[in-house]
């Protein structure tokens, strides 16, 4: 019966999405369900019975968040056709202040998922690394280079948003960090690179 339950149900998307708004507000290193349950109006145990576990919950949470990201991915990548435009329009996503709480929480999940291979937060750095390619890769037009030239590009293209975002959540210094991703633009439009 309880199994039942866990599935998706409107009280249950209800909690989740206001779960959801809390770490965003709050973070998830140290979630607990107690105050998180008075937060949103529920229970340790109603929390406990829809999602299983706390762990459950923490699953659903980044379910939840990665779902928001997968959702830029997908409308990212139209227009921009090629590598450097698909650069600019995410830079200018990540940039955006309305998103700094969600890639905060991004940043929380992607270093627990590496300190603690076992938890709730497992795969989400391998997942999300997988999402980002697949996105910038479908870019690249294949005849374009090399397999191993393209890879090439597109990794190091995530490792540039990635650090970026890095330091733009760090210092809060969104001109400088842009004029960066600028530079790197330039010498990605530049021949013979």
Same mark, same amino acid.
């Given at each position: 019966?309880?199994?039942?339950?866990?599935?998706?149900?409107?009280?249950?998307?209800?909690?989740?999405?206001?779960?959801?708004?809390?770490?965003?507000?709050?973070?998830?290193?140290?979630?607990?369900?107690?105050?998180?349950a008075a937060a949103i109006g529920s229970s340790p145990?109603?929390?406990?019975?829809?999602?299983?576990?706390?762990?459950?919950?923490?699953?659903?949470?980044?379910?939840?968040?990665?779902?928001?990201?997968? @959702?830029?991915?997908?409308? !990212?990548? &139209? /227009? %921009? =056709?090629?590598?450097?435009?698909? $650069?600019?329009?995410?830079?200018?996503? #990540?940039?955006?202040?309305?998103?700094?709480?969600?890639?905060?929480?991004?940043?929380?999940?992607?270093?627990?998922?590496?300190?603690?291979?076992?938890?709730?937060?497992?795969?989400?750095?391998?997942?999300?690394?997988?999402?980002?390619?697949?996105?910038?890769? @479908?870019?690249?037009?294949? !005849?374009? &280079? /090399? %397999? =191993?030239?393209?890879?090439?590009? $597109?990794?190091?293209?995530?490792?540039? #948003?990635?650090?970026?975002?890095?330091?733009?959540?760090?210092?809060?210094?969104?001109?400088?960090?842009?004029?960066?991703?600028?530079?790197?633009?330039?010498?990605?439009?530049?021949?013979?690179?």
């Amino acid at each position: 019966m309880a199994e039942i339950a866990r599935t998706s149900s409107p009280r249950r998307d209800e909690l989740l999405e206001r779960a959801y708004q809390y770490v965003l507000e709050h973070g998830l290193a140290d979630m607990s369900l107690r105050p998180l349950a008075a937060a949103i109006g529920s229970s340790p145990r109603v929390l406990l019975f829809l999602f299983g576990s706390k762990d459950g919950l923490v699953r659903a949470i980044l379910n939840r968040a990665r779902s928001e990201e997968l @959702a830029f991915l997908a409308s !990212a990548g &139209q /227009p %921009p =056709a090629d590598l450097p435009g698909l $650069v600019q329009a995410t830079w200018r996503w #990540l940039a955006g202040e309305q998103h700094r709480r969600l890639l905060t929480l991004w940043v929380e999940a992607y270093g627990r998922s590496l300190a603690d291979p076992a938890g709730p937060w497992s795969d989400f750095a391998r997942q999300t690394v997988a999402d980002w390619l697949a996105l910038l890769a @479908a870019a690249r037009p294949a !005849a374009e &280079q /090399p %397999p =191993a030239g393209a890879a090439a590009d $597109v990794t190091l293209a995530l490792a540039v #948003l990635r650090g970026a975002l890095l330091d733009l959540l760090a210092t809060g210094d969104t001109a400088r960090v842009s004029a960066a991703i600028t530079r790197y633009l330039d010498c990605l439009a530049q021949p013979g690179r």
